[in-house]
């Protein structure tokens, strides 16, 4: 079965610093794999997702992941952090061995951001 | 442009009382499923839909029921509600099956089981 860590329940960053959240998957074949974000009281919504191709993939506000296979790892990076960027992020994994009607969340990291 | 509303926002119940978790959609999704979230685990899958007429059960479906009778509509039923089932509850829909593709959220419902 599939399954995702995120190691880190909360960080902070200052604004403007670079920011790199770490996430790892347990699957054994080719994951579809997501990152959501979730603002304070709101649901969630997708920043990026990675099914082939490319490993480094581009996101909605400035955000980018990188997959590696070999450190099964899809971390997400934003290169300089800004105070709205403050919420909970969970990254997320599919798995086309259920037909893709199963998707697994990680327990999310809390961003705060310092001034 | 509504997207997926949940209602409703804040309930509290006693337990054993029942209650019904709305969700509606109006993106003509097919797909649609149901969440609970708590501190320090996630979103845990309850129960989804693949299409109007037909769910099945996710990760943590007991104490809980759903029917999807229109493409629309999918609530959520809690039969006789216990203290753990004191969660956020996300609803979410999608154009393709749930691990494959964006998932839109509802901004959740707040229960609470005393």
């Known amino acids: 079965a599939q399954s995702v860590t995120q190691p880190d329940i909360h960080i902070t960053v200052s604004e403007g610093a670079s920011l790199e959240l770490r996430c790892n998957y347990s699957y054994g074949a080719t994951p579809y794999l997501f990152w959501y974000v979730q603002s304070p009281g709101q649901g969630l919504q997708l920043l990026l997702k990675?099914?082939?191709?490319?490993?480094l993939v581009q996101g909605i506000k400035g955000f980018e992941a990188e997959f590696k296979r070999s450190q099964s790892s899809f971390n997400l990076r934003k290169p300089s952090v800004h105070w709205s960027d403050a919420a909970e992020y969970f990254c997320a994994v599919g798995a086309s061995g259920t037909g893709f009607q199963k998707l697994v969340f990680g327990t999310g990291t809390r961003l705060l951001v310092s001034p | 442009n509504a997207g997926v509303t949940q209602t409703p926002k804040f309930q509290v119940l006693k337990t054993g009382q029942s209650m019904t978790l709305q969700c509606a959609q109006d993106m003509n999704h097919e797909y649609m499923s149901w969440y609970r979230q708590d501190p320090g685990m996630g979103l845990r899958l309850i129960h989804y839909s693949v299409g109007a007429g037909i769910t099945d059960q996710g990760e943590v479906p007991n104490g809980y029921n759903v029917s999807r009778s229109t493409t629309e509509d999918f609530p959520l039923r809690l039969l006789s509600a216990a203290p753990s089932q004191t969660s956020v509850y996300f609803c979410?829909?999608?154009?393709?099956?749930?691990?494959?593709?964006?998932?839109?959220f509802g901004e959740g419902s707040r229960l609470t089981v005393l």
């Open positions: 979410a829909s999608s154009y393709v099956p749930i691990g494959s593709g964006e998932l839109f």
């Open positions: 990675y099914f082939s191709g490319d490993t």
